[in-house]
């Protein structure tokens, strides 16, 4: 396959050139697929609806990453024989992650029990809403007991800024410790979209130990990936 990596900067986007235009052009000069990350939620969509070729979201903004999503999907299931049943506990900054809202979809559509855990400035109560049965705590600890996979989101620091929960609260209130991952079942799976932060949402020995499967994520992206992009060439069988 011959790929072209095409980023804003320097590009004619930077220039003034529309998204929708550069979509044109791209299938001008013989783009069979585009696969987009994009800071605005809805580019991809809006590319897709005025394109003939198939369009991949690998991110819009804080709306969704949908391959993130069947990543993790897939992760879990090369360890569980079923999503259906299984509780699921996301914690972290839930209100600005696409990661999240891909993963809730996903999960609540193919029967997890899905948990919601953290400050209210990272999990406002309207976050209920965006699947049916979903369950929202402000205590760690509740979030974690019984679970079969805890999946961990990154903080940006730069987002507590202005907040009422500094950096030292949330680590003290919400960093998944050895001592809080007990409270979950023996065979409960660790699970982190990445980048992680030593010392902040987990410990080193949490990220290192054995239920984690943050790195096992990052290795299953590769064939996820190409069966995402088969089957929008329509060569998967």
Same mark, same amino acid.
């Given at each position: /396959?011959?790929?072209?990596?095409?980023?804003? #900067?320097?590009?004619?986007?930077?220039?003034?050139?529309?998204?929708?235009?550069?979509?044109?052009?791209?299938?001008?000069?013989?783009?069979?697929?585009?696969?987009?990350?994009?800071?605005?939620?809805?580019?991809?969509?809006?590319?897709?609806?005025?394109?003939?070729?198939?369009?991949?979201?690998?991110?819009?903004?804080?709306?969704?990453?949908?391959?993130?999503?069947?990543?993790?999907?897939?992760?879990?299931?090369?360890?569980?024989?079923?999503?259906?049943?299984?509780?699921?506990?996301?914690? %972290?900054?839930?209100?600005?992650?696409?990661?999240?809202?891909?993963?809730?979809?996903?999960?609540?559509?193919?029967?997890?029990?899905?948990?919601?855990? %953290?400050?209210?400035?990272?999990?406002?109560?309207?976050?209920?809403?965006?699947?049916?049965?979903?369950?929202?705590?402000?205590?760690?600890?509740?979030?974690? #007991?019984?679970?079969?996979?805890?999946?961990?989101?990154?903080?940006?620091?730069?987002?507590?800024? %202005? !907040?009422?929960?500094?950096?030292?609260?949330?680590?003290?209130?919400?960093?998944?410790?050895?001592?809080?991952?007990?409270?979950?079942?023996?065979?409960?799976?660790? !699970?982190?979209?990445?980048?992680?932060?030593?010392?902040?949402?987990?410990?080193?020995?949490?990220?290192?130990?054995?239920?984690?499967?943050?790195?096992?994520?990052?290795?299953?992206?590769?064939?996820?990936? !190409?069966?995402?992009? /088969?089957?929008?060439?329509?060569?998967?069988?």
């Amino acid at each position: /396959a011959i790929t072209t990596l095409i980023q804003s #900067r320097g590009s004619s986007i930077e220039k003034g050139e529309s998204l929708l235009d550069t979509g044109y052009t791209l299938r001008a000069v013989g783009a069979d697929v585009i696969i987009i990350r994009h800071p605005n939620a809805g580019a991809p969509l809006l590319m897709a609806q005025h394109l003939d070729i198939p369009v991949i979201n690998a991110g819009d903004g804080m709306h969704e990453h949908p391959s993130q999503a069947l990543l993790d999907a897939y992760t879990i299931l090369r360890h569980k024989k079923s999503l259906k049943g299984l509780h699921v506990a996301i914690i %972290g900054d839930i209100y600005h992650s696409r990661v999240a809202r891909s993963a809730i979809h996903l999960l609540s559509k193919f029967g997890a029990m899905v948990t919601l855990c %953290g400050p209210p400035e990272f999990l406002p109560e309207v976050a209920a809403t965006l699947a049916p049965g979903l369950h929202i705590t402000r205590t760690v600890e509740d979030a974690i #007991r019984g679970v079969d996979v805890i999946m961990l989101l990154r903080v940006q620091k730069e987002r507590l800024a %202005g !907040m009422k929960i500094s950096l030292q609260d949330y680590i003290a209130r919400y960093q998944v410790t050895m001592a809080r991952l007990k409270l979950a079942k023996k065979d409960a799976l660790l !699970m982190h979209p990445g980048p992680i932060i030593r010392g902040l949402e987990l410990t080193g020995e949490v990220a290192d130990c054995p239920q984690s499967v943050i790195v096992e994520e990052v290795r299953n992206g590769v064939p996820v990936r !190409m069966a995402i992009l /088969a089957r929008a060439l329509g060569r998967a069988r």
